[in-house]
């Protein structure tokens, strides 16, 4: 069970709402911090352990700037989550680059940059060196299990999945790049997305720590990381459990225990590349209803719409929706939850049993912190709103709502001559 609560009194929430408008991303930044600690201590056994956090998840300054004061790194899948990731202090070498159908202009970007390449495929060794002549000290593959894993619907069944190195090309890479001259070598794999259960992720490290064996044997190469990326789940639902950092860890340490150390392979770091399991419950995307509709259903029509969040049109992913200032209420009406868009998958939640809800309501769309905002977008010309982030001495603006100027800014009024 997972409880579903909201850091501001509903009294606050409207005189806030009412100063500085709706709709908006809320994050509780106290909390995020929290978790942070929390996720670096329950794996303090791992020596220099860091979680890269994946600035797709929440791709805002402020808070990778947090995180990183934290303790973490940054996971970044593009040159603009690169930049963005500088822009809040990061160093190079906690910079993981987890790109793929990497682009040249990218590559040269990232080396020059200085931070983890993590190569999606056996190509791009020969892509680094046409642009670099040599490799850097420090390289990572992507590692794709194939047949041996299952994915699920958001990341992919692996044997269909666009991403990795299979297993009959892993120890040949390596050896090249040993031979090309990397003294550093890590190891990266994702197979889960929004996993729930603790033990799929412990397999991920059975699964690496016996690569790392595999490639011992077959190369001589000793792995020096291992990058179990990310995919931790958050339980959207209420009645959903989440994941204990620590019994994970305490699992995974006494793999390590078993395949790493007892056969001497260690020391091998421990890394993760999560976004959705640090930031994802401590966001909140508040909106208005605008309108209580009775059509064949009930609507209740928000502010907010899938430029705010696309997860539940997207992929049908559960959010839950609290009313602020009617938590207690029963829940005894049921409604669709819309946006403005012309695209009738523009909802919220379908057929939700919510409290009786009336026209200035406030309601609050739970869990948006990662993959929220991010995946917002322009269609129908609706501009992404603003995000605040919550701290021990008040509540700050942290981007600000997207203007019409914005939106047309890269749209030439007359023609050019091409
Ligand atoms: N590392 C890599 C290489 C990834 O591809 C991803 C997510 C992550 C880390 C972070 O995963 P997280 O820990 O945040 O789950 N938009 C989807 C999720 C897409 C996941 C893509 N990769 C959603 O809204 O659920």
Not at 72 to 95: N, Q, T, V
Not at 212 to 226: A, M, P, W
Not at 365 to 381: L, P, V
Request: glycine share 8%.
């Amino acid at each position: 069970m997972s409880e579903k609560n909201f850091p501001l009194s509903s009294e606050k929430l409207r005189a806030f709402a009412e100063k500085h408008g709706t709709p908006f991303h809320i994050y509780d930044g106290i909390a995020i911090e929290d978790r942070a600690k929390s996720m670096l201590d329950a794996f303090s056994w791992s020596a220099g352990f860091i979680n890269y956090f994946a600035v797709k998840a929440l791709p805002n300054i402020n808070i990778l700037r947090l995180l990183y004061r934290a303790g973490f790194g940054a996971d970044c899948s593009s040159l603009a989550e690169l930049y963005l990731a500088k822009e809040a202090g990061i160093p190079s070498e906690k910079i993981m680059f987890s790109s793929n159908d990497t682009s040249d202009d990218e590559f040269r970007e990232a080396i020059r940059m200085g931070v983890i390449l993590n190569l999606d495929d056996e190509s791009y060794i020969d892509d680094v060196l046409r642009l670099n002549g040599e490799l850097p000290e420090t390289i990572s593959f992507r590692y794709n299990p194939g047949r041996d894993r299952t994915g699920n619907a958001i990341i992919g069944n692996p044997v269909e999945a666009k991403y990795g190195v299979t297993h009959a090309q892993l120890a040949n890479c390596y050896k090249r790049a040993k031979e090309l001259g990397v003294k550093r070598f890590f190891l990266h794999t994702m197979v889960a997305s929004n996993e729930l259960n603790e033990d799929y992720i412990v397999e991920t490290a059975r699964m690496l720590f016996s690569l790392v064996d595999e490639i011992y044997q077959e190369t001589g190469i000793r792995i020096s990381q291992l990058d179990l990326g990310g995919g931790i789940g958050i339980p959207y639902r209420p009645e959903d459990n989440g994941i204990s950092f620590y019994s994970l860890s305490e699992k995974i340490r006494k793999l390590y225990e078993e395949m790493i150390d007892k056969k001497g392979l260690g020391p091998v770091r421990i890394s993760f590349e999560c976004g959705r399991a640090i930031t994802g419950p401590f966001g909140y995307l508040v909106s208005k209803v605008q309108h209580v509709e009775h059509k064949y259903r009930d609507y209740i029509g928000l502010d907010a719409c899938m430029a705010d969040l696309m997860r539940p049109g997207m992929y049908g992913a559960y959010h839950h929706i609290t009313v602020s200032g009617k938590e207690h209420a029963e829940a005894n009406h049921v409604y669709d939850v819309t946006g403005s868009l012309c695209e009738n998958n523009d909802k919220f939640a379908i057929q939700r049993a919510l409290p009786e809800i009336e026209r200035g309501d406030l309601l609050i769309i739970h869990d948006t912190g990662a993959h929220g905002h991010s995946m917002g977008f322009n269609y129908n010309g609706r501009l992404r709103h603003a995000e605040y982030m919550i701290l021990e001495d008040g509540i700050y603006k942290i981007r600000r709502d997207e203007s019409y100027e914005d939106y047309i800014r890269t749209m030439l009024k007359e023609p050019e001559k091409a």
